[in-house]
């Protein structure tokens, strides 16, 4: 009966142990992104500078937007400064919250910048119901004619299949 209580006792302090370093490692990485989106703010005040003639604004900006993969302020970020190499974490970003307004501002932004990108997604099945619902909050009027094929009736394709 000892043992019993022995090795219960073992894995609280082992369960608390696990449980403090989670909530430690949480800490440290909400404080890293609230210092990214404290960054972020002064950022936005440069909106419109030329990140050509400015390379040390320019590398900033390239670590705030690293730091900000995943987040809805990366949108903001990529339009405002063009960050054409960030394009792939802003379809990332759709792919994960597809229904979240930022999401439908991003298709927009890839619309306009990098439709090739969304043709790529749609042609992937993994990918397609993220986008056609992040298209779909787009309002946008380029996002038609990619939503029409998958709006009509296709041959091989049920009606409940379309509807997803």
């Known amino acids: 009966m000892n043992r019993w209580w022995l090795s219960r006792f073992a894995l609280a302090v ?52 690293v730091q900000l993969q995943g987040q809805p302020e990366l949108v903001e970020l990529v339009r405002d400064f063009h960050l054409t190499n960030h394009y792939p974490a802003i379809l990332q970003y759709v792919l994960s919250h597809p229904a979240e307004p930022v999401a439908g501002e991003a298709m927009r932004l890839l619309l306009a910048e990098s439709p090739e990108q969304v043709r790529a997604g749609l042609s992937q099945t993994n990918q397609a119901l993220p986008l056609l619902t992040a298209l779909g909050n787009a309002a946008n009027r380029e996002a038609v004619p990619l939503l029409q094929p998958w709006l009509a009736e296709a041959p091989g394709r049920t009606l409940t299949e379309r509807r997803t």
């Open 14 to 65: 082992v369960a608390g142990a696990g449980v403090a370093w989670i909530a430690e490692v949480r800490a440290e990485e909400d404080a890293a992104l609230a210092k990214a989106r404290s960054a972020l703010e002064t950022v936005r005040r440069l909106k419109g500078s030329d990140l050509e003639a400015k390379p040390a604004l320019k590398s900033a900006i390239a670590r705030l937007a």
